[in-house]
């Protein structure tokens, strides 16, 4: 997928059928481990490794952080939606919009 990322005619904010950008598949479907202190993993993964790299590349490439899917979600509140809290930070990280 990375490789993919580096091609020229790829559009980095190409839309499915629901209209969710890339960004927001990565963001609800990252595979991560419990944050730092928690003994329970709330989402599938391992503990010893976290994959929210996904979105962070797409960040990285130029990827939309305002992009709106059919429903009316951003990026930001899919990751938060899903508890995934890493792909959250990540995101309020490059400036994604709290409103």
Same mark, same amino acid.
Request: aromatic share 4%.
């Given at each position: 997928?990375?490789?993919?990322?580096?091609?020229?005619?790829?559009?980095?904010?190409?839309?499915? /059928?629901?209209?969710?950008?890339?960004?927001?598949?990565?963001? /609800?479907?990252?595979?991560?481990?419990?944050?730092?202190? /928690?003994?329970?993993?709330?989402?599938?993964?391992?503990?010893?490794?976290?994959?929210?790299? /996904?979105?962070?590349?797409?960040?990285?490439?130029?990827?939309?952080?305002?992009?709106?899917?059919?429903?009316?979600?951003?990026?930001?509140?899919?990751?938060?939606?899903?508890?995934?809290?890493?792909?959250?930070?990540?995101?309020?990280?490059?400036?994604?919009?709290?409103?």
């Amino acid at each position: 997928a990375t490789d993919l990322l580096d091609l020229d005619e790829v559009d980095i904010n190409a839309r499915s /059928m629901h209209g969710r950008a890339p960004l927001h598949i990565a963001a /609800m479907a990252a595979d991560e481990a419990s944050p730092p202190g /928690m003994t329970t993993n709330y989402v599938k993964g391992s503990a010893e490794e976290e994959d929210s790299g /996904m979105v962070r590349l797409l960040i990285e490439k130029g990827a939309d952080l305002e992009v709106v899917d059919d429903d009316g979600y951003t990026p930001l509140l899919r990751a938060a939606q899903c508890g995934r809290l890493f792909c959250t930070a990540d995101l309020l990280s490059a400036g994604a919009s709290t409103d």
